[in-house]
């Protein structure tokens, strides 16, 4: 690549010993007018510009940034940046940079104040000579109007799922009511079988000139058969009818649009409840539960019920994926915005063209399921406005990672600006 053309100030710098004092003037009108021309296209840009120093202070902002933080007008250079967008990890943000042309992070935080928005903040390190270090560029996007339009396109394909729900239902259902009717139909058979055995073992009604044919009775052999039978028939119907009473329960709860009763809640108590209510199942199948909890979580905004709903979901997929043995790990945590709970299992891992449609209704990578549970899962968190992530590997395993938001998200409350000292009086002449 050709290297690139020095700028006007490089160019000045190299022979400023040899300026005269017009020159100097040139030179000074000229970055005056570069001055002014970046002062307009940054305040021209919808989105925010911050520059941030090494100590966390705003050195410049646009007014962009102004109007999507709250910024004032006067006096905001040299405010903590932290008062302003208390939702970021600025600890790791200014940290120094250990290798040279790191790429820029993204975050996305939600903020309620001036207003409730969603910004894309984009952090960039800035090298400088000075002491000190460089701090960081800011790029604040307001991604408020295309995040509603995700939850409209999230809404829509609500509807359609639900559209093919009702449709696939049908077609679910009808393999155990075709089973049922077949078996109801063979031990019907086998009753009045039975029941003909019965009528021939039965006195005759008298007839005048006749004489009564001999009969065979039912031997135990002939009861003992027919009991065999009518029982793996029995076995058959219950066991469907079990498997029917599943679907019909599931598919009732994806149907289901309950609204969470959001209220300030634990994290870690959620998960240790879900772990009890499916302990005597995990030893059951020789599994072990590794735990590692975070400590001091803040309280998160979630139903408890849901949300544990969610997990027995989650677990028992997680479960099934190991068959008999192996180790379940379950992780909590803090994020910059929310907490999280991860689950991870020693399973055979979900192939990439199956990782794509685990999500999708009635797709299901498991003899007898249903393959509604993780649609119900993702509904329930998608309500209560967190995600939900999945990572697998083949022959490694499968992890599922849940986020939440913080039940307290309060807007930062800005400081007076202390008025600038008035000038000193000069005295008359």
Known sequence: MPAAKPSFLEKVLGRLDRLDTEG??????????????????????????????????????????????GLPREGAEGLPVQRF?????????????????????????????????????????????????????LILHDATETRQQTFEAIENER?????????????????????????????????????????????????RGRRPRPTRLPGADDIADFAGRFDRYLGVAKGEVTRLDYIITQFLQAMRHAQPQIRAASLNDAVQETLRLLRPEIDNRGQVVHEELGSGLPPAAFDPVQIKQALVNLIKNSMQAMTRGGVLTVRTGRASAGVW??????????????????????????????????????????????????????????????????YERRPPLLQPVPSPPPAPATPDT
């Open 24 to 69: 100097l003037q040139k030179v000074v009108r000229r970055l005056v007018q570069e001055r002014s021309l970046l002062e307009t296209l940054f305040n021209t840009i919808e989105d925010g510009v911050l520059v941030i120093d090494s100590d966390g202070r705003i050195d410049y902002f646009n007014r962009a940034s102004a109007r999507l933080l």
């Open 85 to 137: 967008l208390p939702e970021l990890d600025w600890e790791r943000i200014l940290a120094p940079r250990r290798s040279e042309g790191e790429a820029v992070v993204r975050h996305e935080v939600e903020i309620n104040y001036p207003r409730p928005r969603f910004l894309r903040v984009f952090a960039a390190p800035l090298e400088t000579s000075g002491p000190g270090g460089g701090g960081v560029a």
């Open 159 to 207: 509807t359609e799922a639900l559209r093919l729900l009702a449709a696939s239902v049908a077609h679910e259902i009808g393999n155990p009511l075709n089973a049922l009717h077949i078996h109801l139909q063979l031990m019907e058979r086998e009753v009045r079988r039975l029941s003909r055995l019965g009528e021939a073992g039965s006195p005759p009604s008298p007839a």
């Open 341 to 406: 709970v991860s689950i991870e299992d020693e399973g055979g891992g979900i192939s990439q063209e199956q990782l794509t449609r685990i999500f999708e209704p009635f797709f299901t990578t498991k003899k007898g399921g249903t393959g509604l549970g993780l649609m119900i899962v993702q509904r329930i968190i998608r309500d209560h406005g967190g995600t939900i992530e999945v990572e697998s590997h083949a022959g490694k395993g499968t992890s599922f990672r849940i986020w939440l938001p913080l």
